[in-house]
């Protein structure tokens, strides 16, 4: 058993209410299982754990959406881009669907659903940020296997869920109103107050679109060369301690010897503790404001009676607990 976090929030004026969007969307991939994932999570306990274990008031729907109402008929490929009309779609009514917690000073938890739903939640937080902090900007500290910052130009694969960066960063711009074009400046968010964690297999225009943006990196290298904790030190004091945090954890951070159901596994990822960690250290700055916990896929590698899923579910889960005030002591 734990009990609620004894740290207050800094940016949220109901920081004990917890906005929650469940998002069962695949499209900015190409593998299915993706968007089963919220069903998995809420049905492992996890929304009961927050409420009855953290003590936050849970504002939740009772609904996992897959936006099918708002699925184009049509959806070519667009500047290289697969399926853009339904991934902007989906980001575009998520991103209003988290502005309507966010406003309300709410924390939000919005479960994936691949990465590229991140265009809408992010942008959710930003603007209503920016509106209840006279302009303040957000930082996104982006956990991640892979960087997602490739323009829909330099992207190898065409997936969107590779691209979210780019297009909350404005380094992607679209001009068609239902390709992104409806992404606002208060929605977008600085290079300068963005950081990742845990990176180890990044495309090579990626590696230059980082340098040439100065944008803070840490790769595995640099967690095994200074450990999580000195890491996690640099990150934060780079962001700054007067900024609100939006952390976005894309479960492939984590090695798949403890989370092996997701799409794009990478070897050589981080622990279970090391996952913990930087949502526990988020935590204690009390400048957490929103989380996104993303590409769970309890299809891809099961295991041997579902162990490899349950087992992800509730590596997905502890991060989530860990980000929202659960403490070992």
Sequence with gaps: MTSPST?????????????VVAVGFSGGQCKPGVDAAPSALISSGLLT?????LGYTVHHDNKVHSYKEIMPASDPDFRGMKRPLAVSAVARQLSEQVYEHASKGRCILTLGGDHSIAIGSVAGTAKAIRQRHAGREMAVIWVDAHADINTPELSESGNIHGM????????????????????????????KKLVYIG?????????????????RAFSMHDIDRHGIGRVMEMALGHIGNDTPIHLSFDVDALDPVVAPSTGTPVRGGLTLREGDFIAESVHETGNLIAMDLVEVNPIEEPGVEGAGAKETIRAGC???RCALGESLL
């Design 7 to 19: 740290i207050p929030s800094r940016f949220l004026s109901n920081g004990n209410e917890l906005g």
């Design 49 to 53: 754990q927050l409420s009855e274990d």
């Design 164 to 191: 979210p960066v780019s297009f909350l960063t404005g380094l992607s711009k679209e001009n068609r109103e239902d390709i992104f074009g409806w992404l606002e400046q208060d929605q977008l968010i600085s290079v």
């Design 199 to 215: 990176l180890r297999d990044v495309d090579r225009a990626e590696k230059q679109i980082l340098r040439e943006n100065g944008i």
């Design 318 to 320: 502890s991060i989530c």
